[in-house]
């Protein structure tokens, strides 16, 4: 907000990415690749600001709401202002930048990214909400259809830009999973929900499953990634003017839980299994590593983190999580990129 037989598709894609964990962080980088622990299952090895109220061709480069590697171990990078960026797995400076726009020239409010196996760009915005797909050159390929339900009022029962900020391809490579940010108008604040596409034989996304899943209160969800045996990583995330951000990572399940597709209002009835989660951590409780605030935070280490994407393993078997915060191009917001590692028990 302005605010991938089952691995075959995404060891693929995690091999590719492995090149990511050999990245530098630059010259604004802070702490060194250790396990500074943020709680038993998930450690922070640095942080990066060296984008941070930086310009390419042009182009500010900020407002950063998703990441994604494609197939090559590049990093692709998606500013809610429709700008998708392609930045050196090394240094994370950028390398290219292609404009988005939608069928008629005008801008997205582009939140979430999944490089596809063929390399084109599933991009969501929240203005309608869509999930369109693009060639790497910026050209509309196609477009999922979207249930009317998560349509923004009064078209049906979302609220602006509070819809589709999350994206993420499941294994196998055939389910896109999109998720809501908070609830829809009728449904029980808190519970948000989960669209998923299932790919059809001639290379098109049709609409398949729906899942909810129960945030904390106060918090939404900006982004889910998912894991390699099918579970999701989840950030929540919240703002408190004086206060700062609240951002937790967990891990959730969405493997028994109930298509909620049929169901028109979610008010907490009897026998709808939600998705299952387990907190990994607050990243309030992780080491700061020396990072500095510009407003009030719990950790100076915190922003409004907002992007998030799997680059691979260690050899610990931990996945390695690339995060990224939306500075909204506010003189008081920071572009920060985190080195996580977690220990998800798969």
């Known amino acids: ?56 061709e042009g182009t500010f480069v900020g407002n950063l709401s998703a990441l994604a590697v494609d197939r090559h171990g590049e990093l692709a990078a998606l500013s809610d202002r429709s700008s998708l960026f392609t930045l050196n797995r090394r240094t994370l400076r950028p390398t290219s930048v292609v404009q988005l ?34 060639s790497r050159d910026g050209r509309i390929l196609d477009r999922l259809p979207v249930p009317d339900s998560l349509r ?37 604040p808190g519970i948000v929900r989960f669209q998923t596409w299932r790919r059809t034989p001639g290379g098109h996304f049709r609409l398949a499953a729906q899942y909810s899943y129960r945030t904390d209160d106060g918090l ?30 967990y891990l959730a399940d969405p493997r028994h839980a109930t298509d909620t597709s049929g169901i028109g209002h979610l008010t907490g009835q009897p026998g709808v299994r939600l998705i299952r989660k387990t907190l990994l951590t607050d990243l309030a409780a992780c080491p700061s590593l020396g990072a500095t605030a510009r407003q009030p935070q719990p950790n100076p280490l915190l922003d409004n983190i907002e992007g998030m994407t799997v680059t691979g393993r260690d050899a610990r078997g931990r996945l390695r999580v690339l995060l990224v915060s939306d500075d909204n191009q506010n003189a008081v917001q920071t572009t920060r990129f985190y080195y996580l590692r977690a220990r998800t028990g798969s």
């Open 152 to 188: 923004v009022a009064p078209a049906g029962r979302a609220t602006a830009n509070q819809t589709f900020e999350g994206l993420t391809l499941l294994p196998g490579g055939d389910t896109v999973l999109a998720s809501m940010e908070y609830a829809l108008s009728g449904d029980t």
């Open 101 to 134: 726009a939608d069928e008629n020239g005008a801008a997205l409010d582009s939140e979430g990214l999944v490089v596809d196996r063929d390399g084109t760009r599933l991009v969501t915005s929240e203005t309608e909400p869509s999930v369109r797909r693009y």
């Open 1 to 56: 907000m302005r605010l991938r037989t089952v691995l075959a598709t995404l060891t693929a894609g995690l091999a590719a990415a492995t090149c990511l964990t050999g990245l530098t962080a630059g010259p604004a980088a802070a702490g060194t690749p250790s396990d500074h622990a943020c709680s038993p299952s998930v450690s922070l090895d640095r942080f990066a600001d060296g984008l941070d109220k930086t310009t390419y």
């Open 220 to 249: 939404g969800v900006p982004e889910v990634q998912a894991t390699p045996d099918g579970r999701l990583l989840v950030l929540e995330r919240g703002f408190t003017a004086g206060v700062g951000n609240t951002v937790r990572l």
